[in-house]
Antibody, heavy 121, light 111 residues
Framework: EVQLVESGGGLVQPGGSLRLSCAAS????????MSWVRQAPGKGLEWVSG????????YYADSVRGRFTISRDNSKNTLYLQMNSLRDEDTAAYYC??????????????WGKGTTVTVSS | QSALTQPASVSGSPGQSITISCTGT?????????VSWYQQFPGKAPKLLIY???NRPSGVSNRFSGSKSGYTASLTISGLQAEDEADYYC???????????FGGGTTLTVL
């Protein structure tokens, strides 16, 4: 069974940092592009970042570029999102998602259950 | 860049068909066939319904179908059922620097 399990969310002060992890299982992780998508409370979905299977091509939404860093460890089947300089507007549920195509950014066919990040003083 | 434009809400009676629109620009919906649709129940993760405009993943009911014309993509749900009551989001690749856009979401109410 394909499974994605996020962890690392929590409460952090504005300007602080947090690292999210996503443990993947049930598919060939190293061949799959991956994405992070977030959803602020009561709001819609927002794509945050994506990365190729090899990890060599990261992509970022304008809203997080320069503050967030996506990475992956294919030996551990784990995806990461390092979030720095956090702002109130980064408060959201963060979902890890497996891309459905060989190239990133096309669509996401499997989603984790999400981890919640709250930025507040 | 702004999100893709979806109606905030649609409704229909059991057995009817409804269509949810998703309007973008030539930089996203109109320029690429990388439109996808997701279903989300309250407190749950999104689920992929349609990819590449009109393709259904295995396991998704054939009551869900997708199409595109110009800058507008559409999701049609036929034979509406009470269990279809959920939020629906469209998404598209964009040539802009933000790479992927979502629509604002549409809440479907089954009357």
């Amino acid at each position: 069974e394909v499974q994605l399990v996020e962890s690392g969310g929590g409460l952090v002060q504005p300007g602080g940092s947090l690292r999210l992890s996503c443990a993947a299982s049930g598919f060939t992780f190293s061949r799959s592009p991956m994405s992070w998508v977030r959803q602020a409370p009561g709001k819609g979905l927002e794509w945050v970042s994506g990365i190729s299977g090899s990890g060599g091509s990261p992509y970022y939404a304008d809203s997080v570029r320069g503050r967030f860093t996506i990475s992956r460890d294919n030996s551990k089947n784990t995806l990461y999102l390092q979030m720095n300089s956090l702002r109130d507007e980064d408060t959201a549920a963060y979902y890890c998602a497996k891309d459905g195509a060989m190239d990133p950014l096309e669509y996401m066919d499997v989603w984790g259950k999400g981890t919640t990040v709250t930025v507040s003083s | 860049q702004s999100a893709l434009t979806q109606p905030a809400s649609v409704s229909g009676s059991p057995g009817q068909s409804i269509t949810i629109s998703c309007t973008g620009t030539s930089s996203d919906v109109g320029g690429y066939d990388y439109v996808s649709w997701y279903q989300q129940f309250p407190g749950k993760a999104p689920k992929l319904l349609i990819y590449h405009v009109n393709n259904r993943p295995s396991g998704v009911s054939n009551r869900f179908s997708g199409s595109k014309s110009g800058y507008t993509a559409s999701l049609t749900i036929s034979g509406l059922q009470a269990e279809d009551e959920a939020d629906y989001y469209c998404s598209s690749y964009t040539s802009s620097s933000t790479h992927v856009l979502f629509g604002g979401g549409t809440t479907l109410t089954v009357l």
